[in-house]
């Protein structure tokens, strides 16, 4: 559903991402694991267009119609619109403006405005803590909260790939369950998505794949169930650094 | 008792004035993040507009500005698009398209300064224009001036429910309050700046006719709308659509009152003055939230 390869970035001088490749599929969470500084961010701004990424890359994203479409070069907006939706690294919500208003613009792109009604009803049945909260303005709510207010904005623009950027940072356990719990529902509808996380035991938990990113580049992939059981990621992302085999 | 009276009704009319200009400058540093020195002379240049109309053309100022409210629209769109747009593509930070922007509408400030001064002289220009006295409450108000107040407070009014009631508005209010997330919900930064860069033109433009109507004017006065239109937006606490009307109106009546009590000449010290108490008081205007 979602094709990346050969994505490089730069930061000034400094190569942020070398010739990165991924994909993801229909109803498949994808989690992407790595240290701080790896490129995991970098990684899924490129993808949404938020940073520039070197010619010759190659994005591409067939819908539900199974087109084609290639992503490279295009702004972030048009990228929304191709189907596409990220959940920034803190949130990116809008601090000074209602739940609704929050949600209703998740649906700007066109290519969500025929469903907005039935998605708002849709995204309030995995938050039902929101129907309550429409009219509250979002700065002065918990950030559990301000975390669902920015899934369900990403998910009110009828996206076929969820990109998350550390959706659990700053979040309790519980709620970290929570969500847990909530993206795994959300994979049910369909959608594909791409998780970066520094909760690698709950998100490979969830998750059907993954890759391991370590200086801007993948360096290492497979399922799951395998990754948990690979000794050298359960020393780097496990806690299970002490344990002499 | 009838000059309270006098001096808060005609403190009103200009104080909403102010205000409404205000709001016009709102859209434009709230939304395209563009500090537009040449802001005044669009009013001036609107002026300038519904004289001609109405002394060249008898067309009446109100009908006037369905012709030189889009004007304003066009024009300030093809500003931001022609030349602020270099300045917005290099930006790196908004500090510096702030400056950069400084700079650049400082040059168009004195283009269109100097193109109006050639065009219709340096001298004051006025026109009589439903200037007959309306009784209100044992004074007088000139039917202009009733008749400019209360269009300023439709096209308020227009602008607050298009902002608070329609999709392209909220939109708008997006990109004032965060633009990176703004682009990451299929928003285009760009074309909403430039559409809320136009609106703010439009709106000053409006504003310009209906000060036509009862305020003599010069090709030189664009300056000093400017700098009454920045201290508004910022006493009132900048973005802040609400304050900008307070603080419009506050500073109209205050001038009005010395004007009329003290000395004309010391309008515009009243005007500072009242700036610096009330930064001096809330250092982010009256209505503005502490920088974090």
């Known amino acids: 559903m979602l094709e990346v390869s050969g994505i490089s970035a730069f930061y000034g001088k400094h190569r942020a991402l070398d010739g990165v490749s991924l994909n993801v599929e229909r109803g498949e969470i994808v989690v992407i694991l790595g240290a701080n500084g790896a490129g995991k961010t970098t990684l899924l701004n490129a993808v949404a267009g938020v940073v520039h990424a070197e010619p010759g890359a190659r994005i591409a994203i067939s819908g539900k119609d199974s087109a084609v479409r290639e992503l490279s070069g295009m702004p972030a907006h048009a990228i929304v619109e191709a189907g596409i939706a990220l959940v920034p690294e803190g949130r990116g919500i809008f601090g000074e403006l209602t739940v609704r208003e929050n949600l209703l613009l998740g649906a700007y792109p066109p290519r969500a405005r025929a469903n907005e009604a039935a998605n708002l009803d849709m995204v309030l049945g995995l938050f039902p803590r929101l129907q309550e909260r429409l009219k509250q303005t979002v700065r002065t709510m918990s950030g559990g909260e301000q975390q669902m207010v920015a899934i369900g904005r990403a998910l009110m623009s009828a996206p076929d790939v969820l990109l998350l950027d550390e959706p659990s940072l700053g979040l309790s356990p519980i709620m970290c369950g929570e969500l847990f719990h909530i993206l795994a529902r959300i994979r049910q509808s369909g959608l594909g998505i791409l998780l970066v996380e520094q909760n690698a035991r709950q998100s490979l938990a969830i998750a059907d794949r993954g890759y391991i990113i370590a200086n801007g580049r993948i360096v290492g992939s497979g399922t799951a169930e395998a990754l948990k059981t690979d000794p050298a990621v359960q020393r780097a992302y496990l806690g299970a650094g002490e344990v002499k085999a | ?292």
């Open chain 2, 1 to 292: 008792m009838t000059l309270t009276l006098d001096i808060l009704l005609s403190g009103l009319v200009l104080g909403g004035m102010y205000a409404l200009i205000a709001l016009g400058l709102t859209l434009q540093y709230g939304i395209a993040r563009i500090i537009n020195l040449s802001y005044g002379e669009f009013l001036i240049a609107a002026a300038f507009g519904a004289l001609f109309l109405y002394t060249g053309m008898a067309v009446n100022p109100i009908l006037g500005m369905i012709v030189v409210v889009p004007a304003a629209f066009v024009s300030n769109w093809l500003l931001y698009q022609v030349v602020l747009m270099p300045l917005v593509r290099r930006a790196k930070n908004q500090g510096m398209l702030e400056v950069d922007s400084i700079l650049g509408t400082f040059g168009v400030l004195f283009v269109i300064q100097g193109v109006m001064l050639v065009t219709f002289g340096g001298s004051l220009q006025s026109y009589s224009y439903l200037s007959v006295p309306v009784y209100i409450l044992g004074t007088t108000l000139a039917l202009n001036r009733i008749l400019a107040l209360v269009f300023a407070l439709i096209i308020g009014g227009v602008l607050y429910l298009f902002l608070t009631r329609t999709r392209y508005g909220t939109a708008l209010r997006a990109v004032a309050v965060n633009p990176a997330a703004a682009q990451l919900t299929g928003i285009d930064i760009r074309a909403a700046s430039a559409l809320a860069f136009a609106t703010g033109g439009a709106i000053v433009g409006a504003g310009g006719v209906l000060i036509s109507m009862f305020l003599t004017f010069s090709a030189a006065m664009g300056v000093v709308f400017t700098m009454k239109a920045l201290i508004v937006v910022i006493m009132g606490g900048i973005g802040n659509m609400l304050g900008a009307l307070i603080a419009g109106v506050l500073l109209g009546i205050s001038e009005t009152a010395v004007a009329r009590l003290v000395d004309p000449g010391l309008t515009i010290a009243v005007t500072y003055a009242l700036f610096l108490g009330v930064l001096l008081w809330r250092p982010t205007g009256l209505f503005g939230r502490p920088a974090r």
